[in-house]
Structure formats: C-alpha cells, structure tokens
C-alpha cells in the first residue's frame, strides 16, 4: 500500500493550493482518510481534516472554513483544497488511510505518506 503526496509548495499569505493524495494497493471507497501536517520544531498535527467512507468531512477548528476535502473514490485520490493561507499552516503534509478513531479518541491509521512541504510566505 502506498501513499503519495503532491501539490505543495511556495504560497503567499491569503493565497489557496491544492495538495492531493494518491492511493494504490488498497481501494479507498469505503474507508476514511485523514490529511496530517507537522510544524516546524512541533508535533504531528490532526487530522486536520476527514474524509469519512460516507462522504462526510470534518475539518479542525483551526482550518474550518478554509480547508476541505475533494474526494474521488474511482480514482483513489483525495485532495486538500486550502485558501486563505495563512503564516501558521507551514508545515509538512501527509495523508493517512484507513483512519479510524482509536482508544480515547485518538485517530490512528495503518499508512500514511511522506509528505508534501507547504511554506506560506509574506
């Protein structure tokens, strides 16, 4: 099973992007799929945001509003559409699937990818 970021980059303040992850080994549909970032000197962050089997998407408090998921089950692809940028979404990015909600809440998955840097610049 592998995972595979792409689409990120160098992006002014306020602008958008579009990261997206490639799934191959496993058919998405049916499963959920979370999109993590990792600050600089910080932790992993998330899941940012959720793709859920059933079409549902919930996003943090802190990107709500400017993120969301675009999912294409028949191409095993998911993207993270992101606008309004801002200084704090520096980070790097990764998806992970199959997501699930583990003991106390906690998201866990069984892969994830290596990630796609995004910097927000002034």
């Known amino acids: 099973v592998q995972l595979v970021e792409s689409g990120g980059g160098l992006v002014h303040l306020g602008g958008s992007l579009t990261l997206s992850c490639t799934v191959s080994?496993?058919?998405?549909?049916?499963?959920?799929l979370g999109w993590f970032r990792q600050a600089p000197g910080k932790g992993v962050e998330g899941p940012v945001c959720i793709s859920a089997s059933d079409g549902r998407i919930t996003c943090t408090e802190s990107v709500k509003g400017r993120f969301t998921i675009l999912r294409d089950d028949a191409k095993n692809t998911v993207h993270l559409q992101m606008n309004n940028l801002i200084r704090e979404d520096t980070a790097v990015y990764f998806c992970a699937a199959p997501l699930w909600a583990g003991v106390g809440g906690k998201y866990e998955f069984d892969y994830r990818g290596q990630g796609t840097q995004v910097t927000v610049s002034s």
């Open positions: 080994g496993i058919a998405l549909e049916g499963y959920a």
